[in-house]
């Protein structure tokens, strides 16, 4: 009997626990119904999935054109304009019918900005398209802004270059849900006091959120009506960001090109970011020697159809025999200097170009190196991106040929036991097949200079840093 007493015990208190637990979570599960059917939980936007990662279809462009000079600026969209791929409207101030019929298969559609006759009051701009080129955005969004198909809507100018690949590479590491403004203020000190440090120069290209484009267009009007005398669009849009409560995203890849004359300098030392655009290459001489600025660009984008990641970005190392030091911006550019030199120098562009204006010194938001021609001995020996050789494709490498532009100039120096490198006229660079890994931050690649069997020059090959490696 006693027996049975205890087992009476330890039974009845373990049927009262079950039977809590079931109550407990029927209880639960009545009001996460309630919570996640009631209106006030709801939001109107179903959020799209984090779980997907941004791809180009992701993407819509805005882009502000003008009919009159489009013959001269649309070389430029046609350079990296992927037809049924890349989606996007110009956004014209009048119809371009002197183009027309319009090539579809290799530009984006177009249509006519909007009358904006009633903003006139509003209009005391010293620049008479500030608010048709403001509310391309507004329009944009109208057009398109279903939430499950853009992610970002990306906005440019007519004359605006896109690594279309690098763009969607930034833009991935961030929540299209949130609201961002992400893109770059100009090169130039000036330029940037003149706007705002805090400004996205429209000419490098900028991208809107999804949710911040669509606040953007809801705020249009009072944008408009609150800024009546600012001098660019670019200036307004900034303005209402800020009164939205959302901050300027810097990426270093976007690049107004606030210059005038060569921008080889600076094109050959880019910060470690990938690059995004380039804008104003009208105002700068031609990017490659020997070629117009159309050609130019069309041959920058043989190399960035190859690889994109890599494009322009600088790797350090040197070749001990002969005392030299090569900088190569893959891509574009290799230098020789005859003498050893460490990377946190030769990552300062040389001053081959000047600012955009006048009035601030320093003139940079940059530190540079400054070219002296009474120091021709220092000055380096440019070689310049000339073709890929699918014949030379090795070890699961890219090899890229650059080409010597110019004789440097009479130097007899052999200094610290330097050799000339005059007698060099070509250098193959040899990159990994692999991309460049954006994500997650990191280093610069490392290189080694070999003599390749087969190849009649001396080879670059690019290779991941060891571990604690310093260059």
Known sequence: MNRTMVKQKNYFPSRKIC????????????????????????????????????????????????????????????????????RGIIFF?????????????????????????????????????????????EETFRLQNDEGDVRWYVMADHDTVFMIDNLVEILSKYDHTKYYYIGMNSECIISNIVFSF?????????????????????????CIKRYPTMFSSDQMLQSCVHDLGVSLTQEKGFHQIDFHRD??????????????????LDAVDPIFPSMNRVESVNHLMKAAAVDQSRLLQQTVCYYKKNNWTFSVSWGYSVQIYEEILPPSYLHRPLETFIPWRKGANPPYMFNTRAISNDRICESPHFFFFDSVEEKYRVMDHIV?????????????????????????????????????????????????????????????KLRDCMIDEIV
């Open 19 to 86: 039977k809590s637990a079931v109550i407990s979570g029927i209880f639960l599960y009545l009001i996460y119904i309630f919570l996640s059917t009631h209106p006030c939980c709801k939001s109107s936007n179903p959020l799209i999935p984090l779980t997907m990662p941004t791809n180009i279809s992701h993407l819509f462009f805005g882009i502000s054109g003008a009919s009159e000079a489009w013959s001269s600026k649309r070389h430029y969209i046609q350079s990296w304009w992927k037809t049924n791929t890349t």
């Open 93 to 137: 101030d009048k119809s371009p019918v002197q183009h027309l019929p319009w090539p579809s298969n290799s530009l984006p559609p177009f249509c006519v900005s909007e009358d904006n006759s009633r903003y006139r009051e509003y209009d005391k701009h010293k620049m008479p398209f500030v608010i048709r080129t403001l509310r391309v955005i």
């Open 198 to 222: 805090e400004m996205a120069f429209g000419g490098a290209g900028y991208a809107l959120s999804y949710p911040l484009a669509k606040a953007l267009a809801s705020n249009m009007d009072i």
């Open 263 to 280: 921008i080889s300098g600076f094109l050959s030392a880019h910060p470690h970011s990938p690059l995004v655009s380039l804008h104003h």
């Open 400 to 460: 890229t040929s650059y080409a010597r532009r110019s004789p440097r100039g009479n130097c007899n120096s052999t200094a610290g036991g330097s050799r000339s490198a005059d007698s060099v006229s070509k250098i193959r660079v040899l990159s990994p097949l692999g991309k460049l890994g954006w994500q997650g931050g990191g280093r610069r690649e490392c290189c080694d200079v070999v003599q390749m069997v087969g190849m009649d020059s001396l080879a670059v």
